[in-house]
């Protein structure tokens, strides 16, 4: 690789000066046309206005699918809007001067109800009576439906990033325009390629926020490399040692970003934040809360991958789920569901959560009034449940508690167990090479494939001693609701739960929920095994898992969270309830 930049620089200084000067000019312009195609691409991508979802409903009955919906921009391009769960769904790239329903149905549909939302909701009545499509522009009859969309929070335009992409592109043409000036072929050629590529790459970081991009660390090394390939143009010593270590490096830079373009490409070494959300978010980044609301109550957060789409409301505990009963009366039995982001339902709609398909399975009856309490949490631990029934779902007098330990292993691995609240610390030191991960695959490769880190960055023995740890910790959570459970004399049921990858390989990973069932059955503790449930009464197994489980996501979809309810309910009527 070196040989062949040697090859190519010396080969240039060969070159006459008019040769010389059209190779250079040739250079010149495929470099400037790129490099504009990526600034164009990138600032075709900034959200000039707010992501917004609309759906179309009557009578609270959802006709969304019944409609194609297309927003038409300024520039006059028809973009049609995706569907997903029910909900047309926009990032809101370029602004919309109208919106076009189309009636796929053809239902005589009299009146409809246009939700738009995004962090709030703004309706707007619309009448379809008779028509086969609607078009809601800059003035409908019933007013400007764009500016009371705009004033209402929903769609606010990010003027800042509309500037500074102006103030980039007239960057570059203010470097194209002084090649004119600069006579010297070579120090343009400097000029070109650095300073192009500084504003591509500050560009890229603009619009990633305050998140590192997936593609950032390529930027980086087209960025180093422009340098060093300038730096052969002008060097005139053509065998000295500089001008060869600059040839390696050249190369060197050369070949690893390749190599990154590649693992990009195939997705290797992908983190979870980044499949996910599209960028990386640090495993080490931990909050430690000491006032069990994840949430802020009375608000609407979404649950979303790339496979779904669900909105939550909460309620004044901060809890995904309806107001619960202030007092209790004399036939109420009151069940607390506790868990993760699994019993708060990620990956499916809020009627179809695991606590919803058991109360189905456990209707009221003329005895008893059955008072359900969703208190899962997208991100808590066995940990944070304690302290959340403790300190605020005690005082409603549950009769049943379930808890749900899924995969909280790693999540004790970070956070430790009670002493968090304390320390306000994660249990564990941030690794300081972790920059150099982010931003190199390469570099993950190395890390993971060579020098046998997992994805928590912990090597084969920081893990083993980690891992421990984190279950003798879980042990102690055990002992701690059984002690709460015996106190406050509820009936107590622990529920351990696989993923799609315990399914397919017919066990738990690294041993964890083995030793804590062979400790619940030490101590008396009520349990389920889904693992089990799943495999010998739902016949589940690695031929069918994908239908219970999101492919890309990881979470049960409702066909899984109405198994997850089937294998409760089986353990309660064992137990008597």
Known sequence: ???????CTNKLSMLNNNAKYVFVAFLIAIINVSSAFFVIYYISKINFYDEFKIKITENNLNLTSDFDCYGITFTGNKIQLQNVDSVFIHNGSWYFSEIVFKNKSKKNIESEILIVSQKNEFTIKQDFAN?????????PKDGNFWDKVTKSGLLQAEYTKLAISIIILLACVIVICSLIIVKKPAVSIFIITSTISFFILLLVELLIKSHPGIWTGVWVNLVIL??????????????????????FLSALIFAITIAEICLRLFHINYSYSESRFGYYKSIFDQKIITNNSFYEPNSIHYLEAKEFYYKRATNTLGLSDKEPKQFKEANDYIIIGLGDSFTEGDGAH???????????????TDSINYEWINAGICGSDPFYEYKLLKDKLLSYNPDLVIINYGNDLDDIIFRGGMERFDTKEIAINKKIWEPVYIFSFLYRTIIHEICGYNYLLLSKSEYEQEKQRAINQLKVSLLNFKKLSEEYNFELLIVFHPMIKDIDENRYKDNCFDQLINFSVENNINYIDLLKYYCEVENISSKNSQNYYWVYDGHHNAAGYEKFANGVHWKLKQMGL
């Open 226 to 247: 422009s340098l060093f390939f300038s730096l052969l143009l002008i060097r005139r010593k053509r065998h000295n040692k500089l001008t060869n270590a600059i040839l």
């Open 131 to 139: 028509q086969q499509s609607i078009r809601i522009s800059k003035n």
């Open 1 to 7: 690789m070196a040989d062949f930049f040697y090859f």
């Open 350 to 364: 809020s009627d179809s959560t695991w606590l919803k398909f058991l109360e189905m399975n456990m209707p009221d």
